[in-house]
């Protein structure tokens, strides 16, 4: 029996086109930084996949800085941009209270370690920054706030941000605003240049591309203190030999999304609708998280009274199913989804939840499986719980 694979939120399978152009790179020599033909060679390569990503997500080339993934693009913009502006006298830190712990993490060790005052901007029960909230953390002292982070739609419950509002009210107070677009680019349309953000993370194994390599989009002018410091790679912020193959790969992954997101986007959307209409009939009275509208279209989150979220993921693998919970692990023992619990839901529900994501593999029978055995899972796992 083949498995149904719902988590392309936490990974997606490589595109052909990205497996082609990483695999053309596998067996060459050459390091980039290099000055003899193999490192020119490799140098052209990473120029060209620079300038490939840059034209497909509406920037220049130049303010493509390429990392390791998401996790390490997310701490180079929030530490990087408050070293930045802390000596200016600047050092609050906004953060929605949903982001990913690539994000929220950094700031709380700049809170900790670095002087820093992290502030959480509260969402609404879809999990949803409003501008005026916002508004209301700028004025409240414009000249001390070091940056501005919020995700352009949430990994967990998919909730879509309204990012351009949001850089707006940054920008008319010239504060960087930074945005983890990992989850977005792909499923959703995404013009860095007419979106008024200084600063945008993406990964490359969210969109099509390889494990392992990434990208901080940063605008003309804003330059972050590096994380990382050697050979003066990417702009002097981002120093480490840059690995070519994982760099094709992870362009041609974007040129190929961002080329078929429409049609890409419709196809999930239509298929997201069916896996919640078929889980809400097979499940009376479960809840669907995250914004009914606005949301990413690959993107299904429900919490199922009566049941642990773990309890459910295992039993549905074993049926064939392969989805995630929104629940982090510490010492073996499950904590409540921060998301959910910033929404509003108590740790209860929280902890009852599930992620179904779509992706460019998925198909009607991926929703088929999950709908033959979903009721029955819930009723066993309900089970489990009164015993």
């Not at 279209?297 to 993921?313: I, Q, T």
């Amino acid at each position: 029996m083949k498995s149904a694979y719902l988590d392309h939120a936490a990974t997606t399978p490589m595109l052909p086109e990205a497996i082609e152009a990483m695999t053309a790179q596998l067996g060459q020599v050459g390091n980039a930084s290099s000055l003899h033909a193999a490192g020119r060679r490799t140098r052209q390569v990473v120029e060209e996949s620079r300038e490939t990503i840059a034209a497909a997500l509406g920037v220049r080339p130049s303010e493509v800085v390429f990392t390791s993934g998401g996790t390490e693009a997310d701490n180079l913009a929030v530490k990087g941009l408050y070293w930045a502006r802390r000596a200016g006298g600047a050092d609050r830190i906004l953060i929605s209270a949903v982001e990913h712990h690539a994000a929220l993490d950094p700031a709380h060790w700049l809170s900790a370690h670095q002087g820093a005052t992290v502030e959480l901007l509260d969402v609404d029960e879809f999990g949803r920054v409003h501008p005026q909230t916002l508004r209301d953390a700028v004025e409240r002292d414009p000249a001390s706030v070091a940056l501005v982070s919020v995700m352009w739609a949430n990994n967990e419950v998919g909730t879509v941000q309204p990012v351009h509002e949001l850089a707006a009210i940054a920008k008319e107070h010239d504060i960087p605003f930074h945005t983890d677009a990992v989850q977005a680019v792909g499923q959703l349309p995404l013009v860095f240049a007419d979106s008024g953000i200084d600063a945008l993370t993406l990964s490359g194994h969210k969109v099509g591309g390889p494990m392992g390599v990434g990208a901080l989009l940063l605008a003309r002018g804003v330059d972050p203190v590096p994380v990382l410091h050697g050979g003066g790679q990417e702009r002097d912020i981002r120093s480490g030999t840059l690995d070519a193959p994982s760099v094709a790969g992870f362009a041609m992954a974007v040129r190929t999304a961002v080329a078929g997101q429409a049609e890409t986007s419709a196809r999930l959307t239509g298929l997201r609708d069916d896996l919640i209409r078929r889980v809400r009939e097979a499940v009376p009275g479960v809840i669907l998280n995250g914004d009914p509208v606005n949301r990413l279209p690959g993107n299904a989150h429900f919490s199922f009274p009566g049941c642990e979220g773990d309890a459910l993921l295992m039993l549905l693998d074993a049926k064939g199913v392969e989805c995630s919970t929104g629940s982090a692990c510490s010492a073996g023992v499950a904590q409540p989804s921060h998301v959910l619990l910033a929404m509003g839901a108590d740790g209860v529900r929280a902890r009852g939840s599930l992620r179904f994501s779509l992706g460019h593999t998925s198909t009607e029978a991926d929703v088929d499986r999950l709908a033959e055995v979903i009721g029955l899972v819930v009723e066993r796992a309900r089970r489990a719980g009164l015993s």
